[in-house]
C-alpha cells in the first residue's frame, strides 16, 4: 500500500501564490508517475499536472505557465507551486500517484484551495 498526505492549501487573494506538498510512504517502489488533479464544487475531477520519476511533466491548459510540478524522488514528494491564482482554481486539490505494474490509483485525502476575488 501506499499512502498519501498533501499538505499546503488555504485561502489566497486572485493573483497569489500557494505551494501544495504531498508526502508518499508505504510501498513507494511500486510508483512512478505522481500528479495532482482537482475537483470544484458541482464539476468531475481533472488532471492538473502530472510527473514521472524521471521528472517528464504534463500539465493542464488551463494550468500552463502558472503552475509548476516539482518531485523529490529521495523524499518520495511532490510539489505544486501555483502562481497568479484565478478564482476558478478554487478546488479541492488531490495527490495521485499511479502503480506502475497495473495503473492503480492511489489517493490523498485532499486540500482545499480558495481563491478569492
Avoid: H
Amino acid at each position: 500500500q501506499v499512502q498519501l498526505v498533501e499538505s499546503g492549501g488555504g485561502l489566497v487573494q486572485a493573483g497569489g501564490s500557494l505551494r501544495l506538498s504531498c508526502a508518499a510512504s508505504g510501498r513507494t517502489f511500486v510508483i512512478n508517475v505522481m500528479g495532482w488533479y482537482r475537483q470544484a464544487p458541482g464539476k468531475q475531477r481533472e488532471l492538473v499536472a502530472t510527473i514521472t520519476a524521471g521528472g517528464t511533466t504534463n500539465y493542464a491548459d488551463a494550468v500552463k505557465g502558472r503552475y509548476t510540478i516539482s518531485r523529490d524522488n529521495a523524499r518520495n514528494t511532490v510539489y505544486l507551486q501555483m502562481n497568479s491564482l484565478k478564482p476558478e482554481d478554487t478546488a479541492v486539490y488531490y495527490c495521485n500517484a499511479v502503480r506502475t505494474l497495473d495503473r492503480y490509483d492511489y489517493w490523498g485525502q485532499g486540500t482545499q484551495v480558495t481563491v478569492s476575488s
